[in-house]
């Protein structure tokens, strides 16, 4: 493999912003026929070096050869016209044209006076799709389409050109498990036909399954790479984030309170039927189940944000009804929500009206909005919470995703809550922060607050988790301490298989 | 330091870029007349610019949380009618609480549907400028309104006015400036506003009524707008039906050109302050340098553009995109 001409060389790329350098000197190839992984916390210039590849920025130094010949990039359509063909994670397809015509868009073959020559179109349109052993044909409307079969339309429409390397960024970020194997098959059969393939992705299963060599970055840097089979997961963690990564079970080391919050026989249309649990002080309950089990509705009822068909809440051994999330939070309820920058964050905002919005209008002095208490309560939470921001004024959206969604618990928290439900602590949030987002929990938990940890990540759910509810369909499957767990009777509970009579 | 890279250059052109923009305009017109500049001259620009400024204090306020108000123009028009009307009837002193509890029936209306129901605001408002101008000439019968006695009332006093040497206009219009302007900066309901139109839903999840904001905000809408009806009938003691067509663009120009985002979440009093005095500059030069009337319809239209692409330049940090 050495010996070949790689696919894709970078060499030496610089690309600095104002006050960063986004990429500091960036080097490795891609063999024709490799697939070639290229990994890093968010941050690290996975998106800049896309960008640098597409012509959408300029390196301010170092060369993109294709093949021999070293180019420059000016937009993604020259790209592509090089040969180098990006298949994105959101898909960009119009929806209400067929196949084909988004495969060949902006090059439709066409007969005398521009008319389109249809019947080209379709023949060259199938040839393709035939290669890719997709079952719809040139003439599907792509809005019918699932979203794997839009993907696989992607890829058609790279197969167009004499690509050279293709560029899947984070595929399968919306695919089923069934859809990946064909995705995975697909990528086999462009690396047998000897395309260079760039493979970025969080999800270390893939990556091991299907790579053959992973570049990792770090703050810009290139880290080095290596050759899949020589390493492994904690190998690439490493180099990610620089240090270890602790994924081991949680220890409960302190003594649990009273019951916080207790749920009996809650329902929700179908949405979730006849839940109950109860949540103590001190005590973290991790929430496991696929997507649409219903965890997120639970959450979103506790909050206020949904009203229940049935079924009562209780806090403090009180009964309670939540008709807002006014009212949730008055009662001290507090949600973190899964999508951050759709419901927790005003990222146009800066940090400390973000922190404070929840409490602002109990913080004033006079009619007005007390400046210096709000001040006071985002420094103590920076503090305590190890945000990274140069300061208050600095605007939400201009900070990493680990720290934002600190500035969401700490918005929570400087409430001090009774109960702090969070749905997806560290969805979109890289290695390093992650186990500090952890870390954060347990301690809380260590503090005497009640949390709900609601994930679908299953070594978080075993790590921060005191007691594990499984989920499926909208049902308790059953409820697990954390002696009892195991990766095993987990997956069979959020699976649907019937729950054992077994008495831990 | 001292050198500015092409880069700065093209961020503080789109950051800065009206300022720059008006700068120029104000040297080349005090070039072309040098009357544009003298205090009389600009006495006179402030003071016809204060109706449409006290309207668009109160569109700021709905701009900001992330909706429209196309309404206001006829909307001012049918409180200059209603005003001139009671007058005569009920005396100036009932007259004036009468018609600002209409008006504001009419702004919480407007709230009730855009915040409660969540019907979006462009519709709601463009309907509301047509239903309120069919209100307004229903009520007045399709009549021009005069007030009977001109010379016999202390109804003009804040129209035509002055205190302190300042017309009584231009001083409602920097005290209610002054006055909204803290409301929005510095207390909790402004910062809702901010949070509301900046991320509604975000906004909920923080246990804020976006419901009762919106429709506060339009509360807010409508106050202005009865006063700049108030001003209006004072100052001329009659009108037409028609008196506030048109105004509703005017406003919305004034209110972006000062910068807030039609998006939402962005925006200050004190910047639509100064798009309400860019606005009426330009316009007041453009008749100065001996241009017709109407052709102040086209460049209010310009300098919108302008300012809308200058607002989207400012936050991809440069002027021209490659990406679509």
């Known amino acids: 493999m050495t010996d070949q001409t790689p696919a894709l060389r970078l060499e030496g790329i610089v690309k600095t912003f104002p006050g960063v350098r986004a990429l500091d000197g960036v080097s490795f190839a891609v063999m024709p026929g490799e697939v070639h992984a290229l990994m890093g916390e968010n941050g690290a210039g996975k998106s800049t070096l896309m960008k640098v590849l597409g012509g959408i920025h300029q390196p301010n130094e170092g060369q993109i050869i294709v093949g021999e010949e070293p180019t420059v990039m000016t937009s993604p359509l020259q790209a592509k016209s090089k040969g180098i063909v990006f298949i994105h994670q959101e898909l960009s397809l119009a929806e209400e044209l067929s196949v084909a015509e988004n495969i060949y868009l902006g090059e439709l073959p066409l007969k005398s006076f521009g008319r389109v020559d249809w019947a080209k179109l379709y023949a060259q349109t199938d040839a393709i799709l035939e290669k890719l052993k997709v079952g719809f044909n040139a003439k599907t409307r792509v809005g019918d389409l699932s979203i794997a079969n839009q993907q696989m339309v992607e890829i058609a429409r790279a197969l167009t050109v004499d690509a050279k390397a293709v560029i899947f960024d984070e595929p399968t970020a919306s695919l089923t498990d069934a859809e990946k194997v064909v995705l995975f098959d697909v990528i086999a059969d462009l690396k047998s036909q000897g395309v260079g393939i760039i493979y970025i992705s969080h999800r270390m299963e893939e990556i091991f399954k299907i790579t053959d060599r992973i570049s990792v970055l770090r703050d810009g840097q290139y880290q080095g790479t290596v050759v899949t089979a020589e390493t492994n997961e904690e190998g690439v963690t490493q180099m990610m984030i620089g240090r270890k990564l602790d994924l081991s079970r949680a220890a409960v080391t302190h003594e649990l309170g009273d019951i916080a919050l207790e749920v009996r026989d809650l329902s929700c249309g179908k949405l979730f039927e006849n839940v109950s649990f109860q949540v103590r002080r001190g005590e973290v309950l991790g929430f496991y189940g696929l997507v649409g089990a219903g965890r997120t509705e639970i959450a979103e009822t506790l909050f206020g944000l949904r009203n229940p068909s049935g079924g009562t809440i209780h806090l403090d051994g009180n009964e309670i009804k939540i008709n807002s999330p006014a009212d949730a939070i008055a009662m001290g309820i507090s949600l973190v929500p899964e999508d951050r920058k759709g419901q927790g964050l005003v990222l146009g905002m800066n940090c400390r009206d973000n922190m404070t919005l929840p409490q602002v209008s109990d913080l004033t002095a006079g009619p007005f909005v007390a400046e210096g208490a709000e001040i006071a309560i985002f420094d103590q939470y920076r503090d305590k919470l190890d945000i990274r921001t140069p300061g208050w004024k600095q605007t939400v959206g201009n900070l990493s995703g680990g720290n934002q969604q600190k500035i969401v618990i700490g918005k929570w928290l400087s409430m001090h809550p009774n109960v702090l439900i969070v749905d997806e602590p560290t969805r979109g949030i890289d290695v390093g922060s992650k186990s500090e987002i952890h870390n954060l929990i347990r301690e809380l938990a260590a503090q005497g607050y009640a949390v709900i940890v609601i994930s679908s990540e299953m070594p978080e759910v075993l790590h921060v988790s005191d007691r594990i509810v499984a989920m499926y369909s909208g049902k308790v499957m059953r409820t697990f301490t954390s002696e009892e767990v195991t990766e095993d009777n987990l997956i069979q509970a959020i699976s649907g298989i019937t729950p054992t009579n077994k008495v831990a | ?324």
């Open chain 2, 1 to 324: 330091m001292a050198t500015l890279s092409k880069q700065d250059i093209g961020k503080i052109l789109a950051r800065q870029g009206i300022l720059i923009a008006f700068a120029f305009f104000i040297i080349g017109f005090t070039l072309a007349n040098g009357r544009f500049l003298s205090p009389d001259n600009v006495m006179g620009v402030i003071r016809s610019s204060a109706i449409l400024g006290v309207m668009a204090l109160g569109v700021t306020f709905v701009v900001i949380s992330g909706n429209l108000d196309l309404s206001v123009g006829s909307m001012m028009s049918f409180s200059t009618i209603v005003v001139l009307d009671l007058h005569d009837k009920i005396g100036p002193a009932l007259a004036i609480p009468a018609m600002f509890a209409m008006t504001l029936c009419l702004g919480a209306f407007i709230g009730f549907l855009v915040g409660y129901l969540k019907l979006n605001s462009l519709i709601v408002t463009l309907g509301m400028l047509s239903a309120i101008h069919g209100l307004t000439l229903t009520y007045s019968g399709g009549k021009n309104m005069d007030i009977a006695d001109k010379d016999g009332t202390w109804f003009d006093v804040f129209g035509q006015g002055t205190a302190l040497g300042i017309p009584v206009p231009i001083l409602m219009f920097l005290a209610l400036a002054a006055l909204l302007g803290i409301i929005l900066a510095k207390t909790p309901f402004g910062r809702k506003v901010y949070a509301v139109g900046g991320n509604g839903t975000a906004a909920t999840f923080s246990g804020i009524k976006r419901a009762r904001t919106v429709f506060l905000c339009y509360l807010m809408s409508a106050g202005c707008v009865a006063t700049a009806g108030l001003i209006q009938a004072s100052r001329s003691l009659g009108s037409q039906n028609t008196v506030g067509q048109g105004l509703e663009l005017e406003v919305l120009a004034a209110v972006i050109l000062g910068g807030a985002s039609l998006l939402g979440g962005s925006g200050t009093i004190f910047k639509t302050v100064i798009g309400v005095l860019i606005l009426g500059f330009i316009q007041n030069g453009l008749l100065l340098v001996g241009l017709q009337f109407y052709v102040q319809f086209v460049v209010t239209w310009i300098i919108i553009i302008l300012a809308v692409w200058l607002d989207i330049a400012a936050k991809r940090g440069k002027l021209w995109s490659n990406i679509a």
